[in-house]
């Protein structure tokens, strides 16, 4: 089971809700991932226009917990004012806090990360940073309160994987306790089952599903291989060697000596 | 009186929150609200008062990643 602050989930399958086709294979690939948590964002509407006011209805109707995020916000003071009002309108202290520092690679101001997640942190937020792997971020997050971090595989929407292996597996090693979180970047399934296999705890997927020539059957397919990838480190998997080890016993072969 | 609405002059009769997001056809639109980049709880709109000039966020639920 995966804790995330107070929750309890059988789904290491977060889903974002953005770039479906439209709102019916969005249903589709909600239960077809059997995701527990689904990300959602604000946005400006204007009068009389009901395009979220329908949206919010057919996510409260997914039954499922909604994580809002701080997508878009490039400063320490616009993303605290967004997490107020996700709070509000979503009625969940979860917020998942986005600064970003970077338009071409999205990646986000650890230092305005930082600084954010300790404003939120003590107004009783629960906060998911989406960070990189490095490490010193990673401790004065958990310093500022997080006990969730949400490391990037790759640069959001790239669906490159996971670029940097060593540091996201240093990550994994000096933080054995803290629930992480790939966040971005993942590209197929494979991906998800490499971040479950190296002992990250969940993944979150939007556009590798939603951009998807079949979202549906591609909700399903990473499923698998969360699943899979979960069972896998449960499992232990062998060390990587140099040398082959002939896996049929040796003893009484035949024609030798 | 002329505010800013979602980054758009608009002109309104009233002068506090509530009336304001009805006069706009907001009605009762789930809605969450910032005036000049402050939060304003829903709770609190009905005795905020705007000025002219005012830059006033109003936000709905949307998709996101």
């Known amino acids: 089971m995966l804790r995330l602050y107070e929750a309890t989930l059988a789904s290491r399958l977060l889903l974002g809700t953005a770039r479906y086709p439209s709102p019916a294979v969005l249903t589709a690939a909600v239960r077809a991932a059997r995701a527990e948590v689904v990300t959602v964002s604000l946005r400006r509407e204007s009068g009389g226009e009901r395009a979220g006011q329908g949206f919010w209805s057919l996510i409260r109707a997914l039954g499922v917990r909604v994580l809002p995020n701080t997508a878009g916000c490039h400063s320490v003071k616009e993303a605290v004012t967004t997490a107020h009002m996700a709070r509000e309108v979503f009625a969940t202290p979860w917020i998942k806090l986005e600064v970003i520092g970077e338009e071409d690679t999205l990646q986000p101001d650890l230092f305005g990360l930082v600084e954010a997640a300790g404003i939120l942190c003590a107004e009783g937020f629960e906060v998911f940073p989406y960070t990189t792997e490095d490490l010193v971020a990673a401790e004065r997050l958990l310093a500022a309160g997080c006990r969730v971090l949400m490391p990037w595989g790759a640069p959001i929407g790239s669906g490159r994987g996971l670029n940097n292996l060593f540091g996201l597996s240093a990550l994994r090693a000096h933080f054995p306790e803290v629930p992480l979180i790939i966040d971005a970047g993942l590209g197929v399934p494979s991906h998800a089952a490499r971040a479950l296999e190296l002992g990250f705890d969940a993944v979150l997927i939007n556009t590798a599903i939603a951009q998807a020539r079949d979202p549906v059957q591609m909700a399903a397919a990473f499923a698998q291989a969360v699943a899979a990838g979960a069972a896998a480190r449960a499992a232990g998997p062998i060390e990587p060697r140099d040398l082959a080890v002939p896996s049929t016993p040796v003893i009484g072969t035949a024609f030798r000596g | ?65």
Request: hydrophobic share 45%; glycine share 12%; with cysteine.
């Open chain 2, 1 to 65: 009186m002329r505010i800013v609405v979602n980054g758009d002059w608009r002109e309104t009769a009233s002068a506090e929150l509530c009336a304001v997001l009805e006069e706009l056809g907001y009605g009762a639109s789930i809605v969450t609200t910032a005036v000049n980049g402050e939060f304003v709880a829903a709770g609190a709109r009905p005795v905020t008062r705007l000025a002219e000039g005012d830059r006033l966020e109003v936000l709905a639920p949307m998709q996101g990643g």
